[in-house]
């Protein structure tokens, strides 16, 4: 309901003074408070970007806020997602932030769902709000975002991150572009690394959801320059933001009902690839590495595929590292034929997939090997807790 009905809204005495602060801009006054109290926004995640844009719309006075997440608290998500604390590890994500939120501002109205986002259930839940933020990090769910925003004609508020850079927009406003425009086809899958395996700098997040719950707030308002049609791209490390424009692609499909946005996506087609694969592929688990480990046996090469900076967190007794990078140029083949010399090759990496996409890459050039079920991050769990989790 981005025009409310005013006269229905009204301010109580605790209200003026704790919004005291909007209502003296001329930007925001008595009426733009009472449009924020009126308004509702999903946010779809409650994790690194969800995290701070989550508390400022609350601080700011949204009304209404729908969360969307079925994850729990992991001690991982603490560098980055703000809204989480330590006593709530292992705990769904939804009830922290619905708990911080209303300690923030007890006049919000927190709606949960606590459930995966999907083709059956996404209109279902988007229809009640003016206005969806997406906070999600894999592309499946960014696509079903974006058609059920353009289905239900609602403004999609988008930020993205990656290491130490990040991007944001507003889509599907005032007949501005969508995500479609930006992204027509997706990558194929495992080409753009997951936060969990290229690393995001944790203030980054900060920064991108900010710019969300900012764009939101003046969606709402009706003020000042929205990012439609704009893509602003920043980077930390070189503290530079630089905008591209957007248009809309007049060629571009009608999105005329949400699909099956895993197969759209090859999710589908690459985990059954990956499972063909695995079925192959010859496995053991960190139980049989020990005990060849305690055999004394030395007939074997345990190769590390991990990226050299992860190898100075933790490595195994006697593994050799070769990054998957390296093996996949070509040049790290050569490297362990090298080492082999005859010997059989055990191969691991954080949780086995980057080490079974090794073993591939050199089963094609005629080297065979054995893949360590769970990798480095099962060796911690189930061998020796002092190797570092991370």
């Not at 279902?124 to 709000?129: A, D, G, K, S």
């Not at 695995?278 to 020990?290: A, R, S």
Request: include cysteine.
């Amino acid at each position: 309901m981005l025009n409310p009905n005013l006269e229905e809204i009204q301010l109580t005495k605790e209200e003026y003074e704790r919004y005291s602060r909007h209502l003296i801009l001329p930007e925001v006054g008595l009426e733009g408070q009472k449009r924020l109290k009126a308004a509702s926004v999903l946010c779809i995640g409650s994790g690194g970007l969800g995290s701070p844009l989550l508390l400022y719309l609350a601080a700011a006075g949204i009304g209404r806020l729908g969360l969307v997440d079925f994850d729990v608290v992991d001690t991982s998500n603490l560098q980055r997602q703000v809204i989480h604390g330590t006593s709530w590890v292992g705990k769904p994500k939804i009830e922290s932030a619905r708990d911080r939120i209303l300690e923030i501002n007890p006049n919000c109205q927190v709606d949960l769902y606590e459930t995966l986002l999907s083709s059956e259930n996404a209109l279902e839940i988007l229809t009640p709000y003016d206005i969806v933020v997406d906070g999600t990090d894999n592309f499946p769910t960014r696509y079903l975002v974006n058609d059920a925003c353009v289905l239900l004609d609602k403004p999609n508020v988008y930020g993205s991150i990656f290491r130490f850079e990040g991007q944001a927009t507003v889509f599907n406003y005032e007949g501005g572009p969508n995500y479609r425009d930006l992204y027509p086809e997706p990558p194929p899958p495992g080409m753009v690394p997951s936060c969990a395996e290229g690393g995001v700098l944790g203030i980054l997040p900060g920064i991108i959801g900010l710019i969300q719950a900012t764009e939101t707030v003046k969606i709402i308002l009706g003020q000042g320059r929205t990012l439609s049609g704009r893509l602003l791209l920043y980077n930390a490390l070189e503290m530079t933001f630089r905008e591209l424009k957007l248009r809309p692609n007049p060629e571009r499909p009608v999105i005329e009902k949400l699909i099956d946005y895993q197969q759209f996506c090859g999710v589908t087609q690459a985990k059954a690839e990956e499972e063909k694969r695995q079925k192959e592929m010859q496995e053991m688990t960190v139980q049989e590495l020990k005990q060849l480990f305690d055999s004394g046996v030395k007939d074997y090469v345990l190769l590390d595929v991990r990226n050299p900076n992860e190898y100075e967190i933790a490595k195994l007794p006697g593994s050799v590292l070769i990054p998957l990078s390296d093996i996949e140029n070509g040049k790290g083949v050569e490297k362990v034929k090298e080492l082999l010399n005859g010997d059989r090759l055990i191969a691991h990496c954080k949780l086995g997939g980057r080490s079974a996409k090794a073993l591939g890459i050199l089963k094609d050039a005629g080297i065979e090997g054995i893949n360590v079920k769970g990798g480095i991050d099962a060796w911690s769990k189930e061998i020796d807790p002092s190797i570092p989790e991370y």
